[in-house]
């Protein structure tokens, strides 16, 4: 049995509950490298899953060298390396290299993540000349200041999940939102960057390095400002043909061409713009409204890549597909929430999946990890299934105590 070694940060469900029942599928033998081997080996003790990695190895993952060294201390090489996380592209491309094995390009894979890379990246390849800066300080800060084009995003160079995210109308409200960062993580990177108005979209693609596919996108609703946390997804960008082929296109110019990636971009009176590039599979249980509406094995599909076979002809389904989240609005104690369930009725399908636990202690971050649940649906039409799902989330409540 070929061994599929998956690098990991923390427990997360796309790998759990998408990635491991694929490989599973596959045929495949999973050791899982982590960073947080202890957090895993009790989230698969504790977890009624469809499937379990072989072996799970400590590993510091952010390391490409120690991943290397870990795997060569084994008494097989490795048949792929694969990782879905933000943070891990680059250790696992780097590794892969190593061994000779289908691998993501890790100078993309380090400027996807490193967003002020991928701003510099932008603008010499001409693709978007968006005004940005790097400030790690308050003196960044007064080199930047008649500069700064306002409304500015602050955001961490290399965050995730719209943590720490905000928009600054002024340059008080700029430096007060860069300090109360600074004051619990001193001396942390972030970019500020021209804010581009308009619908955000996103693009998601896959490829095996000689042909990129486009399995379609969501239009995305957000919180209003000045945070960004997505509340709602709906399946079907309604972008022209060549509205579509500049995002393409400036991917590709990019170095996009291996692997899943996912794409956010606005939808600006000039054309498209590129908000960000994460290589690597769409999250936060997106990735599973994906393959139940495109109705392909889509994690099984992302793992074959890495098995270094050539991309299928995909043909999706075209059905109407909606994931709302539901985000806390208060700290607290959860005292009583909703469980999970799934259901239908008139060609609509939809699951409630609880995102916190009974008892646990909420504390805000204006971020996607303020998600208390997510409701995913399926439909033949988008008025159907936007009625239920409607109808389905006026049934859900919440009891957050002080």
């Not at 990695?53 to 400590?58: H, K, L, R, T």
């Not at 290397?68 to 491309?93: E, G, Y």
């Not at 509205?243 to 990636?261: D, L, N, S, Y």
């Not at 989240?325 to 008139?346: I, K, V």
Request: overall charge negative; proline content about 6%.
């Amino acid at each position: 049995m070929q061994d599929l070694i998956i690098l990991a940060h923390v427990p997360t469900d796309s790998v759990n509950l998408g990635f491991l029942p694929a490989a599973k599928a596959l045929g495949l033998n999973v050791v899982l490298l982590s960073d947080h081997a202890d957090a895993h080996r009790k989230h698969f003790n504790q977890a009624c899953l469809p499937a379990y990695p072989a072996e799970i190895v400590a590993c510091d993952v952010f390391n490409p060298l120690a991943v290397i060294d870990a795997l060569s201390a084994r008494a097989s090489a490795p048949a792929a390396l694969f990782s879905n996380s933000d943070h891990l592209q680059t250790s696992t491309a780097v590794a892969a290299d190593y061994f000779g094995l289908p691998h993501k390009d890790w100078h993309v894979t380090y400027r996807a993540k490193n967003k002020a890379q991928m701003r510099e990246h932008l603008k010499e390849e001409g693709l978007d000349p968006l005004w940005f800066g790097l400030a790690c300080g308050p003196q960044d800060l007064d080199r930047l200041a008649d500069d700064v084009l306002y409304p500015c995003i602050v955001k961490p160079r290399e965050g995730v999940a719209s943590q720490q995210v905000t928009l600054a109308a002024t340059e008080d409200e700029l430096r007060a939102q860069c300090a109360a960062i600074w004051q619990s993580q001193s001396g942390a990177p972030l970019l500020l960057e021209e804010y581009i108005p308009g619908p955000l979209y996103t693009l998601e693609t896959l490829g095996d390095g000689e042909r990129l596919c486009v399995l379609g996108g969501f239009q995305v609703s957000l919180s209003p400002p000045p945070y960004f946390v997505e509340l709602e997804a709906r399946w079907g960008t309604g972008l022209t043909a060549q509205q579509e082929a500049q995002v393409v296109r400036m991917i590709e110019r990019f170095g996009i061409g291996f692997g899943a990636c996912h794409t956010e971009f606005v939808l600006s009176p000039t054309g498209p713009r590129l908000i960000e590039i994460n290589y690597r599979n769409i999250g936060d249980y997106r990735e599973f409204l994906l393959q139940d509406t495109l109705d392909i094995p889509l994690f099984e599909t992302v793992l074959r890549l890495y098995l270094g076979q050539p991309l299928p002809d995909l043909k999706p389904a075209q059905n109407a597909a909606l994931i709302r989240y539901f985000t806390a609005s208060e700290e607290g104690r959860l005292a009583a929430s909703p469980s999970a369930f799934r259901a239908g009725s008139d060609g609509v399908q939809w699951h409630y999946q609880p995102l916190r636990e009974q008892g646990e202690q909420i504390r805000l971050s204006n971020s996607n990890k303020d998600y208390l649940g997510v409701l995913r649906g399926t439909g033949s039409d988008a008025h159907s299934l936007a009625a239920a799902m409607d109808r389905v989330s006026a049934g859900l409540a919440w009891e957050i105590a002080a």
